[in-house]
């Protein structure tokens, strides 16, 4: 059985980054976006498409979020949908959006010994990379759980550097 994804965020850089987990037919991706012509791009490509957050949340085993800043990333985790309250101990969310310490550290604490495995993973190498699947990522996070989704990074970056 493949591994679920749930891809938050199909912009310039997620739709690129979603169609690679999706063409490696390795895993069951499943995208979300607010903006309709980014589902209709991924949809075009073969990817399955779920307009309720909540919903691609609660069907996946690991959440991907890439949203354009800080703002973005607390309306999902915190805001109306909350993501932060469908996670658990099984669930694994890898955050590759443009964040900022402050909305990392939030983060961290709201989420707190209720979830294990998150992953800071931010990403450089633009548009181009991200088509190409040679992106750069810095991973921060747990050893254990970086070693579980080292092959989906490896899809999506030809530099992983994890951060200690």
């Avoid at 739709?15 to 791009?41: C, E, T």
């Avoid at 991924?42 to 909540?54: C, M, Q, V, Y």
């Avoid at 998150?118 to 088509?131: L, Q, R």
Wanted: aromatic share 6%; hydrophobic share 40%.
């Amino acid at each position: 059985m493949k591994t679920k994804v749930g891809f938050i965020g199909l912009g310039n850089m997620g739709l690129p980054m979603a169609l690679n987990l999706l063409k490696s037919n390795k895993l069951n991706v499943i995208g979300h976006d607010i903006n309709i012509n980014f589902q209709k791009k991924f949809k075009s490509k073969g990817g399955k498409i779920l307009d309720s957050l909540e919903d691609l949340i609660n069907r996946v085993d690991i959440i991907i979020t890439c949203l354009p800043g800080p703002k973005q990333i607390t309306d999902v985790a915190f805001g109306k949908k909350k993501i932060i309250n469908s996670l658990n101990k099984k669930k694994i969310w890898i955050d590759c959006s443009t964040n900022s310490i402050g909305c990392f550290n939030k983060i961290k604490k709201k989420i707190g010994k209720r979830i294990v495995n998150f992953i800071d993973a931010p990403i450089s190498g633009g548009n181009v990379k991200a088509k190409t699947g040679k992106l750069s990522i810095f991973v921060g996070g747990k050893k254990n759980t970086f070693n579980k989704v080292k092959t989906i990074l490896n899809l999506l970056g030809k530099n992983i550097y994890i951060l200690e």
